[in-house]
């Protein structure tokens, strides 16, 4: 019984976790023909900016992360050098 109620929670979780984001924003029904289409029109659009703004941040980090792994890379090969340097002199 007791793993009935935990894999039952698993699964709840899990299809918790699944829920798609989908932008609400403009996401309005009018009995208007021409204004329903402007508003479509004004949704696509800012989807596609908001495309573009998520991919320029996405390489921002990016690029970011690679400048982290490099300053990691440079830091540690530093100290190394410092502790050779620590270890010659105690020797």
Do not use: H, P
């Not at 900016?49 to 941040?57: A, S």
């Not at 530093?78 to 340097?85: D, N, V």
Request: some cysteine; hydrophobic content about 30%; overall charge positive.
């Amino acid at each position: 019984m007791k793993y009935w109620i935990i894999l039952t929670s698993l699964i709840c979780l899990g299809y918790s976790q699944e829920k798609s984001k989908e932008d609400k924003f403009l996401n309005i029904k009018v009995q208007d023909a021409t204004a329903q289409g402007e508003i479509d029109a004004l949704r696509k659009e800012y989807l596609d900016q908001k495309k573009t703004i998520v991919i320029g941040y996405k390489e921002k980090i990016k690029t970011l992360k690679n400048e982290q792994k490099e300053d990691m890379k440079s830091l540690k090969k530093s100290f190394r050098q410092r502790l050779r340097e620590v270890r010659e002199k105690y020797k």
